[in-house]
C-alpha cells in the first residue's frame, strides 16, 4: 500500500523545492491537494512520480512541478479571482484554489470536465466553478482576473487572454511554434496596453485548441504573431567552420585544437549514422596518430570490446573467445565504419611496443545488452506482459526513448513485480560468470578490487535497472566515467583518451532537461566537473537521411528515413544555414553573441538504437541548450544509416572475420 502522504511531501521536496519553487503558499498547497484522487483509476501508484499521466481522450494531467512553477509564476495572492484554461483533471485548479479566492476552471471536453467537477465535490473544493467551453476566449462574465493559467499550448498568447487580465493581473501560458514543444511565458499587464513578458523556460504541454489557440488539424487558428529569429542561421553559418567530406585527408585538421585536452569526448545523434562514425573515426586517427593520445573508450560492453582491443593490440585469442558484438544491437559496432577503424588500429599498432599501443575499451563494464536479453528472455517465458512492460523501460536505458503508454501496462502487469528476484538473481548468476572472463583479460587495471567493488554494485544496479528511471541512469554513467578514470590511470599519469558515446550520455547534462528535470547526470557531466577545461565535448547532429535502428529493443535493424528536423529545433537553425558540414565552435573566443542567443533551450533530437518516427516528438526530442552541453557542434546536414557487416566482408587468412565473426 502507497503511503500518498510520504510520497506527497517526497514529491514536494524532491521534485519541486529542490528544483527552486521557493513560494511557501504553494509548496503548501501542493501538499494539502490529493494527487492521487486526480489520476485515472489503477493510475494512484505513480501519482507521485514525477511526470505528466494520462488522464483519457488523449490528455495528461500536468507535470506536479510544471503546476507549481506556474502556480508560483502567477504569484497568487488569497482572495484573487484566477481563471484556469484547460482543468483537464482539476488538479491545478484544484491547487490555486487553496491560495486563491476563487478559481473559474474551463475545460473543453465535456467527459473531463463532469469528471473533474466530481472530484471538487468529493474534495469540498467550493471556491471553484467549472465550465465546458473553449478557454482560448477566456471566460468575459468573469473578468478581468488577477491571474490566468492557461494548461495547454498556443501558437501565440491568446488576444482576449490578455484583455481579460486586471491591470497587474499575470497570464502564465506555454507559448510556441511546434504544437507540442513550447515556452512557458509569463505576461503581467503593466497598463491598459502595456504588458511584461519573460520566458520561463521550455515545457511540453498537449495542444490548446480553439478560436485563438490550434484548430483540430494543427494549424494556428489565429494569424500567426510568433516571430521566428531569421537571423539565427545566418549568425550560425558565419561562425561555423565548413567540413570536407569525412573521408577527406584533411577532415579532422580542424580538430587538432583539441589535441591538448586529456579526454576528448565524441558524441553522436543517432546510434546508427555512418557520417558520425566515419567523422568520429577520422577524428580519432588523427588524435591517436600525431597526438598521442592513448586510446579510444567507447558505449559499449566491457568483454566484448576487449576481444577487439587484443586483436588491435595484436594479442593472441584467448580459447573460448566468443566474437565481439554478437547481441542487439549489433550495428552498433559490427558496421564498416568501426571494422574500418579496427584495421587502422591493427596496422598502427603493428610495430609498437605494447605500453606505445593504442587500445580500444569499453565503458560499460556491466553487459548491460547481455543483461536486458537475460532478462527478457526469462519474462518472455514467464510473463509475456511483463516482458512488454520491460521491453519499454529498457526503452529508457537507451537515450531519451520515452513510451507515454509505459504507465498503462506497468500496471495491467502484476506479474513485473512479482519477478522482481528472480530477475536480479539471474543478472547476478551472468554477472558472475562473466567476471571470470573479465578477470583474466590481459590488461591488468581491471584489479580484484574492481571486481569485488563491481560485485558489490551489482545487485543495486540491477534493482534499479529492473524498474527504469534516472537511478539506474546515473549509475550506468557514473560508472563509465569511473571505468575512463581507471584506464587513464592504468595508462600513466598524463595519458589522453577519447570517448566515443552517444549526445546524451556525452552533452552535460546540466544543459537538458534530462538534468534539470529528472535528475540525471551523465559522462559528459561528469568529465566537465573533474577534468575541468581538460575535456571536450563534442556533439554531432543531422537533419534528415537514413538511418539504422529498430522499432523496438530486440527487434531486427532496418533502415529508416530520418524525418526532417522539426520547425523551431536547434537542427532546424542548422539546416538553415544552407551548408552541408560544419564545425562550430561554442568555446570561449568565439562568437560570444551567437553563444548567448543559442542558450535558449530548444528541441533537439535525440536518436538511440530504437527509431519511432511515428511518434518521434513525444519519443525523440528534448529540451536542451547547444552551448550549455557541448565545446563544438559538428553537423551534417544529410545522413546515411551505416552498413552492418555481412559474409562478404570478411577477411581472407583470419578466423572468421576476426575480432568480430559473423
Ligand atoms: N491542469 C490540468 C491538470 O492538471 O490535469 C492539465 C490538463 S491538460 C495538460 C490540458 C487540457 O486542456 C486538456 O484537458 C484539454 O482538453 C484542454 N484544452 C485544450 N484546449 C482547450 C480549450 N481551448 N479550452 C479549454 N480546454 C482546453
Not at 488522464?55 to 482572495?79: D, F, K, N, R, W
Not at 511565458?185 to 497598463?191: D, E, F, P, V
Not at 489565429?222 to 584533411?250: C, K, N
Request: hydrophobic share 40%; charged share 25%; with cysteine.
Amino acid at each position: 500500500m502507497v503511503d500518498f502522504l510520504r510520497a506527497r511531501d517526497r514529491m514536494v521536496d524532491f521534485h519541486i523545492a529542490r528544483r527552486g519553487v521557493r513560494d511557501t503558499a504553494v509548496l503548501a498547497a501542493m501538499r494539502t491537494v490529493p494527487r492521487e484522487a486526480f489520476v485515472d483509476p489503477g493510475f494512484e501508484e505513480f501519482a507521485y512520480e514525477d511526470s505528466p499521466l494520462p488522464i483519457g481522450q488523449g490528455q495528461t494531467i500536468s507535470q506536479p512541478y510544471v503546476v507549481a512553477l506556474m502556480v508560483e509564476a502567477a504569484a497568487l495572492q488569497p482572495g484573487d479571482r484566477v481563471l484556469e484554461v484547460g482543468a483537464g483533471s482539476g488538479y491545478a485548479s484544484a491547487v490555486a484554489s487553496r491560495i486563491a479566492g476563487h478559481v473559474y476552471a474551463i475545460e473543453r471536453l465535456g467527459e473531463l470536465a463532469s469528471e473533474a467537477a466530481a472530484r471538487f465535490e468529493r474534495l469540498g473544493y467550493d471556491n471553484i466553478t467549472l465550465r465546458v467551453g473553449d478557454g482560448s476566449r477566456g471566460w468575459p462574465e468573469a473578468a478581468p482576473f488577477d491571474a490566468i493559467l492557461v494548461a495547454a499550448g498556443a501558437p501565440a498568447a491568446p488576444p482576449a487572454l490578455r484583455e481579460q487580465l486586471a491591470i497587474g493581473g499575470r497570464l502564465v501560458i506555454p507559448v510556441g511554434e511546434a504544437r507540442r514543444m513550447q515556452h512557458l511565458r509569463k505576461i503581467t499587464r503593466l497598463g491598459e496596453d502595456s504588458y511584461d513578458e519573460q520566458d520561463l523556460g521550455g515545457v511540453q504541454f498537449v495542444p490548446l485548441i480553439g478560436a485563438q489557440g490550434w484548430t483540430e488539424d494543427g494549424q494556428p487558428a489565429t494569424a500567426r504573431a510568433y516571430v521566428r529569429d531569421t537571423s539565427l542561421p545566418a549568425r550560425i553559418s558565419a561562425a561555423a567552420e565548413p567540413l570536407p567530406d569525412p573521408d577527406a585527408a584533411d577532415f579532422a585538421a580542424p580538430f587538432e585544437r583539441y589535441a591538448g585536452r586529456r579526454v576528448v569526448l565524441l558524441g553522436e545523434a543517432s546510434h546508427g549514422t555512418a557520417e558520425f562514425y566515419r567523422a568520429r573515426a577520422a577524428i580519432t586517427r588523427r588524435l591517436i596518430g600525431r597526438h598521442g593520445f592513448r586510446f579510444v573508450a567507447v558505449e559499449a560492453d566491457w568483454p566484448d570490446a576487449a576481444t577487439v582491443n587484443r586483436y588491435v593490440r595484436h594479442l593472441p585469442l584467448r580459447a573460448g573467445t566468443v566474437p565481439a558484438f554478437q547481441r542487439f544491437p549489433t550495428w552498433m559496432w559490427r558496421n564498416t565504419d568501426v571494422a574500418a577503424l579496427v584495421d587502422w588500429l591493427h596496422a598502427h599498432n603493428a610495430d609498437r611496443e605494447h605500453a606505445e599501443q593504442a587500445g580500444f575499451y569499453g565503458l560499460d563494464l556491466y553487459n548491460l545488452t547481455d543483461s536486458i536479453a537475460a532478462v527478457l528472455h526469462y519474462l518472455d517465458r514467464v510473463d509475456p506482459a511483463a516482458a512488454a512492460v520491460a521491453r519499454e523501460r529498457y526503452g529508457c536505458l537507451t537515450p531519451w526513448q520515452k513510451e507515454p503508454a509505459t504507465y498503462g501496462r506497468a500496471v495491467l502487469s502484476h506479474g513485473y513485480t512479482r519477478c522482481e528476484q528472480a530477475v536480479v538473481q539471474q543478472c547476478r548468476d551472468l554477472l558472475a560468470s562473466r567476471l571470470d572472463y573479465v578477470r583474466q583479460d590481459g590488461e591488468s587495471f581491471l584489479d580484484a578490487a574492481q571486481s569485488a567493488r563491481l560485485i558489490a554494485a551489482a545487485e543495486h544496479y540491477y534493482r534499479a535497472m529492473y524498474y527504469g528511471g534516472a537511478q539506474s541512469w546515473n549509475l550506468r554513467d557514473t560508472h563509465m566515467f569511473e571505468t575512463l578514470r581507471h584506464l587513464l590511470d592504468a595508462h600513466g599519469p598524463r595519458a589522453k583518451a577519447i570517448v566515443w558515446a552517444h549526445n546524451s550520455h556525452i552533452g552535460d547534462a546540466r544543459h537538458t532537461d534530462m538534468g534539470a528535470a529528472r535528475d540525471q547526470l551523465n559522462i559528459g557531466q561528469l568529465c566537465r566537473e573533474h577534468f575541468g577545461e581538460e575535456a571536450a565535448l563534442i556533439g554531432l547532429g543531422t537533419h534528415a537521411g537514413t538511418v539504422a535502428a529498430a522499432d523496438d529493443w530486440g527487434d531486427d535493424m532496418a533502415v529508416k528515413r530520418v524525418l526532417p528536423s522539426r520547425r523551431g529545433s536547434v537542427e532546424r537553425l542548422c539546416h538553415d544555414t544552407g551548408l552541408p558540414r560544419f564545425l562550430l565552435d561554442l568555446g570561449p573566443g568565439q562568437d560570444e553573441a551567437l553563444r548567448e542567443a543559442l542558450l535558449a533551450p530548444r528541441p533537439q533530437r535525440f536518436i538511440g538504437v530504437i527509431y519511432r518516427p511515428d511518434t518521434e516528438l513525444q519519443s525523440h526530442y528534448a529540451e536542451a541548450t547547444l552551448p550549455g552541453q557541448f565545446d563544438a557542434y559538428v553537423w551534417f546536414d544529410e545522413t546515411t544509416a551505416v552498413t552492418p557487416l555481412g559474409p562478404q566482408h570478411a577477411r581472407p587468412g583470419m578466423p572468421e572475420t576476426y575480432p568480430f565473426g559473423l
